[in-house]
């Protein structure tokens, strides 16, 4: 069903925040800015990484690139620089798109071993034919700045959370900060991927202020996904569909996260292609109460997040 946006109810406010400063789109959905969350907490790390570096500790991330990926090439290259940014030593190793299993595992337990490095992670996705499951499987738990690790994924499902994935806790950390509350809220998350669907669907259902919602969680096979989503107070849109959220799927006064970050092709930028995410944001602006874009919402986060792991897994060593 779709929305008359003449005849659209004005939409429900969220309470004002009272940390976040956040700008109003110009249809009334304000704006939750990633980018300025993100730096306070990149500013705040930097400060832990001067102690830590007075103790004789300085944080160190490994990032494993396997193939030529284009977007995953990006994210390394913005992990490494924002790793340069705050003090924390970062080492890159690309290897080949036809590196074979045995040989991506050795490289892993070499990281596993090295007194220099505290948090590694294994970009994803890997190339065909590799076993991402096995090599995430392989890094040390201690290590595993991403919460890929079986380990830190039950850790997360029981609420013992030690290391959990980047963009999931980023969003939570952008909710806190804008004082956006979710205790029995309705929260429907559209995507059930290992990275951000399952994850999130799990913190926002878990014991703990920035929980205590009901989730539902959508994915391709959900029937009537328009409905589903209209009933959602918090919408996480995470599906890497471009544009799928319009307004029919939005209730008036939602939060809306938009986790998709999708290269469409465009012509007139010199990149020839710009990022779009996985909701309709000129629509979702006239009725939600708040709302991420992309990119500077919830992409700038998942780097924070990274470095706040790598800070975290980095004290084990005082
Ligand atoms: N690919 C997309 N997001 C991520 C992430 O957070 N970590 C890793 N390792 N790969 C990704």
Redesign the pocket.
Known sequence: MMTDPESAPAPARAPTPTQGASSESPTGAKIIDGKVVSLKIRDQLAEEIKILKNSGVTPGLA?VLVGEDP??NT?VRAKAKACAAIGVYSDVIRLAADISQVELERKVRELNIRDDIDGI?????LPAGLNEFAINKLVDPAKDV?G?HPYNVGMLSIGEATFV???PVGIIKLLEHYSISTSGKEAVVVGRSN??GKPIAALLASKCETGNATVTICHSRTRNLSEVCRKADILIAAIGSPGLIGRDYIKPGAVIIDVGINRVDDPSRKSGYRLIGDVKFDEACELASYITPVPGGVGPM?IAM?LSNTVKASRRRL
């Open positions: 990032a977007a995953s994210y992670l294994v970009q994803s996705p991403d890929f994935p980047c963009t990275i951000v998942t990274l």
